[in-house]
């Protein structure tokens, strides 16, 4: 799958917070990287991010622009609550291999009413 597929079909399983179909769009030894936090680093431990994540708060990430060069894409994405970011995603083998998200999370803890 193109890596704009791949993004696609990762929107649409974060927006149903759905960590299983997220972790398998990954390879094995793929690295998540949120610029506000530590890498990630694995399909499990990825997985299990989104896990926690998913039971935490309830996210929605509103696509504004996908865009493909090569094996990257690129998701530039907002939320009803006003939060907004981007992210990179290198694709190999139909399967993220790493991803880059910058956001800002002192907002995202402030907008959902979570510890500073």
């Given at each position: 799958?193109?890596p704009?597929t791949?993004?696609?079909?990762?929107?649409?399983?974060?927006?149903?917070?759905?960590?299983?179909a997220l972790?398998?769009?990954?390879?094995?030894?793929a690295v998540?990287?949120?610029?506000?936090?530590?890498?990630?680093?694995?399909r499990?431990?990825?997985?299990?991010?989104?896990?926690?994540?998913?039971?935490?708060?309830?996210?929605?990430c509103?696509?504004?622009?996908i865009?493909?060069?090569?094996?990257w894409?690129?998701?530039e994405w907002k939320?009803p609550?006003?939060l907004?970011?981007c992210?990179?995603f290198?694709v190999?083998?139909?399967?993220?291999?790493f991803?880059?998200?910058?956001?800002d999370?002192l907002?995202?803890?402030?907008?959902?009413?979570?510890?500073?």
């Amino acid at each position: 799958m193109e890596p704009k597929t791949i993004v696609q079909a990762w929107i649409a399983a974060f927006n149903k917070g759905d960590a299983d179909a997220l972790g398998a769009l990954y390879h094995d030894d793929a690295v998540n990287h949120q610029v506000a936090n530590e890498p990630v680093t694995g399909r499990e431990a990825i997985h299990a991010m989104f896990v926690r994540e998913f039971a935490t708060v309830e996210m929605v990430c509103i696509p504004e622009q996908i865009f493909q060069d090569g094996d990257w894409a690129i998701l530039e994405w907002k939320d009803p609550l006003g939060l907004r970011g981007c992210g990179f995603f290198h694709v190999v083998s139909g399967k993220i291999k790493f991803q880059r998200g910058y956001w800002d999370k002192l907002s995202f803890l402030k907008i959902h009413d979570l510890p500073v």
